[in-house]
């Protein structure tokens, strides 16, 4: 079942801009991830928070987690056009193998 | 290399076949799982597999079954049964959770496939 749910649905901006994403999900999370997945290929992990944690940081990634409001940001500083991709974020699911739940994603588009 | 095959890259079919989309990883990991994903939308889970000769359904198993013989191997047959095959099809895999704390997947490169 889908839980997270991304921020805006598209987003463009210019190369050198900051690319802020939100996502907010239902239940309760052990941890949320991040995934990028660029057009017509596979996933790519980002980045993991735990629930515990606040804030955390993955060279030009900034992911930040508020567990009483159930939401978590992406924060792209310097974007550059290679970061155009789709963004999503991912909750896991203790009652099936931990499977992930994933919103339906951020597209973001970097212009030169 | 270590990492997550898929093949075929591109598949079709026409209406009433069955086919098998292939997913082979040497990450040694204990799960697998079978995600489909349609245009502009996320990813959905089909089936799962914590360990070899077990799999269970995810949200929406029906009109496809999979094998779990090998540790490195989960195949996705897509049935007949299927009324809306055409879709975007992504194997991932992780190491078990249930003696980590964590459980980043690693994506395959994924198979389209359409049905003609």
């Known amino acids: 079942s889908q839980q997270g749910e991304e921020d805006p649905q598209a987003l463009s901006i210019q190369e050198g801009e900051n690319a802020t994403m939100n996502c907010s999900y239902k239940?309760?999370?052990?941890?949320l991830q991040w995934y990028r997945q660029n057009s017509g290929r596979g996933l790519v992990h980002l980045i993991l928070i735990r629930s515990n944690e606040r804030e955390k940081h993955s060279g030009r990634l900034r992911v930040t987690l508020d567990t009483s409001k159930k939401s978590s940001s992406l924060l792209i500083t310097a974007s550059r056009a290679a970061d155009t991709a789709s963004y999503f974020c991912a909750t896991d699911d203790s009652n099936s193998g931990y499977a992930l739940n994933f919103g339906k994603g951020t597209s973001l588009l970097v212009t030169p | 290399d270590g990492g997550i095959t898929q093949s075929p890259k591109y598949l079709f079919r026409k209406e009433g076949q069955n086919v098998t989309l292939s997913c082979e990883q040497n990450l040694n990991h204990d799960a697998m799982y079978w995600y489909r994903q349609d245009p502009g939308q996320g990813l959905r889970l089909i089936y799962y597999?914590?360990?070899?000769?077990?799999?269970q359904k995810g949200d929406i198993a029906e009109g496809y079954s999979v094998s779990r013989e090998k540790k490195e191997s989960f195949p996705l047959t897509v049935t007949s049964a299927q009324k809306n095959p055409t879709a975007f099809y992504l194997c991932?895999?992780?190491?078990?959770?249930?003696?980590?704390?964590?459980?980043?997947?690693?994506f395959g490169p994924g198979t389209r496939l359409t049905v003609l």
């Open positions: 239940t309760s999370i052990n941890n």
């Open positions: 597999s914590q360990i070899v000769n077990d799999f």
């Open positions: 991932a895999s992780s190491i078990d959770t249930g003696r980590y704390s964590y459980n980043e997947q690693f």
